[in-house]
């Protein structure tokens, strides 16, 4: 089945600081990659997406690239800020019609934490 | 536009009981979709509904149900509660449940079995 892999947390940084968190996925078809972020007390948001090998998705200054060949799609971002600290989830959305319907496939989420 | 909304907030039940949680998709959003989300097991898909359909489903008991209306809000059941039930319950929307689409969520529903 489909299964998604993130790097093991928490992971706590300085501000300004260059931000990378791993995800790698297995999927029975042609997912879709998401990533969300979650703050205390709240839902998931929306942070990027990509649908196809080698798109990029961004938001906010956070980047990931589709990549295919190596089945990951890892976040990154230039200079985190303390804003920024909260749990990032990655998350794919499988191809493989009815099944697949209405279901996301999540990482086991990374905790940030960005000191001032 | 107003957001995906779920109601309560925070519910507190004893073992045994029955409980039913409200979600309210974003307007226009016909796919509902119920994850529940623990420290140990993360988030775990419940179920999908479009259409007043269930059309997918994960891996939980039958003490898990659910249902959509006509106006596509949706409702989550569970029955015959368990410690282990205690969690966080999110809703989430999206238009139609197809692959590609962002699933766009509530706040949560925070269960709590004593």
């Known amino acids: 089945g489909d299964s998604v892999t993130q790097m093991e947390g928490p992971v706590t940084l300085s501000e300004e600081a260059f931000l990378t968190i791993n995800c790698t996925y297995t999927?029975?078809?042609?997912?879709?990659l998401f990533w969300y972020v979650q703050y205390p007390g709240e839902g998931l948001q929306l942070l990027l997406k990509?649908?196809?090998?080698?798109d990029k998705g961004s938001n906010k200054g956070f980047e990931a690239t589709y990549r295919k060949e190596t089945t990951s799609f890892h976040l990154e971002k230039g200079s985190v800020q303390v804003s920024d600290s909260a749990v990032y989830f990655c998350?794919?959305?499988?191809?493989?019609?009815?099944?697949?319907?209405?279901?996301?496939?999540f990482g086991q989420g990374t905790i940030l934490t960005v000191h001032p | 536009k107003a957001g995906v909304t779920q109601t309560p907030r925070y519910l507190i039940k004893t073992r045994g009981q029955q409980v039913t949680l409200s979600c309210s998709p974003i307007?226009?959003?016909?796919?509902v979709s119920w994850y529940q989300q623990t420290p140990g097991q993360g988030l775990q898909f419940l179920f999908e509904?479009?259409?007043?359909?269930?059309?997918n489903k994960g891996n939980f008991p039958g003490r898990f149900s659910g249902r959509q209306f006509s106006n596509s809000r949706s409702e989550m059941n569970v029955s015959t509660l368990e410690l282990g039930d205690s969690a966080l319950y999110l809703c989430?929307?999206?238009?139609?449940?197809?692959?590609?689409?962002?699933?766009?969520f509530g706040d949560g529903t925070r269960l709590s079995i004593l």
């Open positions: 989430a929307s999206s238009l139609d449940g197809a692959r590609g689409q962002p699933q766009h």
């Open positions: 999927a029975t078809g042609y997912p879709s």
């Open positions: 990509a649908t196809k090998a080698d």
């Open positions: 998350a794919l959305s499988d191809a493989a019609g009815g099944t697949s319907y209405g279901k996301l496939t």
């Open positions: 307007s226009g959003h016909r796919s």
């Open positions: 509904y479009f259409s007043e359909t269930q059309r």
